[in-house]
């Protein structure tokens, strides 16, 4: 095997655990998406996927953080059971998970520029928003299947 022949091992072997860790993030999302009533659903949560698209999913990752948000709040927002309130309104004008998903959407993007250093450090950045975001979601996915088993 040449020197070439083991780079090209080296990074598929490394991205094989980037692209299942991405898959789950994905699917994280998808299942936020489903577990939001039918009716407070901002996008179907199939289109999760297309960010998986390349450089078409770049652009798709901000539609998605937004219909998410959206998604979320309207749900939180709606009355239930009994009451006329939401389950824990959410002041006019949130919208949960925003900001730190379009924070590490922008960086990722920032990324693809010719940055030198600092593209390195944007890099850092936006994965450490992005796992802070994937905390969030999953905060409020687990609010939801609490809901779906009460």
Request: aromatic share 12%.
């Amino acid at each position: 095997m040449n020197e070439y022949e083991s780079a090209g091992l080296i990074q598929l072997l490394l991205l094989i655990p980037f692209l299942a860790v991405g898959i789950l993030f994905l699917w994280s999302q998808h299942k936020t998406l489903t577990l939001i009533r039918p009716e407070y659903r901002r996008m179907p949560p199939g289109q999760v996927w297309l960010q998986l698209i390349p450089l078409f999913g770049l652009g798709w990752q901000f539609y998605v953080i937004s219909k998410i948000s959206d998604s979320i709040r309207d749900d939180l927002n709606a009355p239930s059971g009994d009451s006329i309130l939401g389950e824990d309104p959410l002041p006019t004008g949130k919208r949960p998970t925003y900001n730190t998903g379009i924070s590490y959407a922008v960086l990722f993007c920032l990324t693809i520029l010719p940055l030198g250093l600092l593209k390195s450090l944007l890099a850092l950045a936006g994965l450490i928003l992005w796992i802070i975001y994937w905390i969030e979601l999953s905060g409020y996915t687990r609010r939801f299947k609490q809901r779906a088993f009460q």
